[in-house]
């Protein structure tokens, strides 16, 4: 037991010194950057559809109204003929192209997007995806064109209620990680919600086509090592949508985005999983060490944790625009890191669709 105890002593106080690297190092760096130079890019928008064209009467105006839009492109992913009459209206809009997919899937889908669009920049959402602002586009792209890549953060909308609570913050601490990994050229995914990258980047085959999710993590996950990724936490830049209302939906739509991180490069898998073996072993050292009545090194380790953290989350939250996740956020880690361990059996059983 003695011996035992010393391991975990051992063991509080890395994942103590990993997560404060981590939280001083990386995540402190994450902040709004200003903008490089006049927009002038030939910028398409792209959606794939299947079966949620009813989603885009609520916000095709806002993306039909976004400053510099060529064109919106959409791509209909083998969709039931009842939508038919739906996506047949906005044919009317001369900015708007649709297209039938000429495979099956959303990987084949955005290699259909790529041979219609006219503009050599792709900015990515999707139906049910929402702007902040008229100025996405033009923000989303009006950086510096060393940078082939440009991610943007795609929030929930806020409700009422513990899971939604959960859902925004785990979107903040994802893209927290991911902008973080940005800025020590680490990058290693994208969120398909909001991401415009160089039409030029496109290789389905980076894809891995006998995979049927993972389509925009993958891509980044590949190009990002040989182009240079930027992000951007200008609030105009946001895109909202509606977060899943019960845990089973929320838990099967994550199952998808955690298998994907299986296929990253072995770089991305290490920075991943020292986090988050760190944030485990952190938390699960405390819990044996107090309830062996180490309380010095159960409590002193987890204070400097704390304090850390949320230090440097009060001002992280104000650029997500979630601060009413602050003091939440104090059982809302561990709930998190429990939705992880629930979700990680999962892996060892691949998912058949996206």
């Known amino acids: 037991m003695a011996q035992m105890i010393i391991l975990f002593k051992i063991c509080m106080i890395i994942s103590c010194l990993a997560q404060s690297i981590y939280w001083l190092g990386l995540f402190l760096r994450v902040k709004p950057r200003k ?84 503009g050599d920049w792709i900015l990515l959402t999707d139906a049910d995806c929402i702007p902040n602002s008229n100025m996405w586009l033009t923000k989303m792209s009006d950086f510096d064109s060393q940078y082939k890549i440009v991610l943007g953060f795609a929030p929930f909308w806020k409700t009422t209620g513990l899971l939604n609570s959960l859902i925004r913050y785990e979107s903040v601490m994802n893209s927290l990680c991911s902008f973080a990994a940005i800025e020590i050229n680490l990058t290693y995914n994208g969120v398909g919600r909001n991401m415009l990258y160089h039409k030029s980047l496109f290789d389905i085959r980076l894809m891995k086509a006998d995979i049927p999710y993972g389509d925009d993590d993958l891509l980044i996950n590949s190009q990002a090592k040989y182009n240079h990724t930027i992000y951007s936490l200008d609030k105009q830049t946001f895109v909202y949508s509606k977060a899943k209302e019960n845990y089973k939906d929320y838990f099967l739509q994550k199952w998808r985005h955690y298998a994907t991180s299986l296929h990253y490069r072995t770089e991305s898998k290490l920075f991943l999983g020292v986090y988050f073996l760190s944030l485990f072993f952190l938390y699960f050292s405390f819990g044996f060490l107090f309830m062996s009545h180490q309380f010095l090194y159960a409590l002193v380790p987890i204070f400097i944790y704390i304090i850390i953290k949320m230090s440097v989350l009060k001002f992280k939250l104000n650029h997500f625009n979630e601060e009413d996740l602050f003091l939440k956020s ?10 992880l361990i629930l979700q990680s059996p999962l892996l060892l059983f691949p998912k058949k669709t996206w």
């Open 35 to 118: 903008s490089t130079q006049a927009n002038n890019k030939k910028v398409s928008l792209v959606i794939c559809v299947k079966n949620d064209w009813d989603k885009l009467s609520t916000n095709l105006d806002k993306l039909l109204l976004q400053n510099g839009l060529i064109e919106l492109i959409m791509i209909d992913d083998n969709s039931n003929p009842s939508n038919s009459v739906i996506y047949a209206s906005y044919l009317i809009n001369e900015k708007i192209q649709i297209y039938p997919n000429n495979g099956v899937g959303k990987k084949q889908a955005l290699q259909t997007a790529m041979t219609k669009v006219k």
């Open 330 to 339: 104090i059982y809302l880690e561990p709930l998190y890191l429990l939705h």
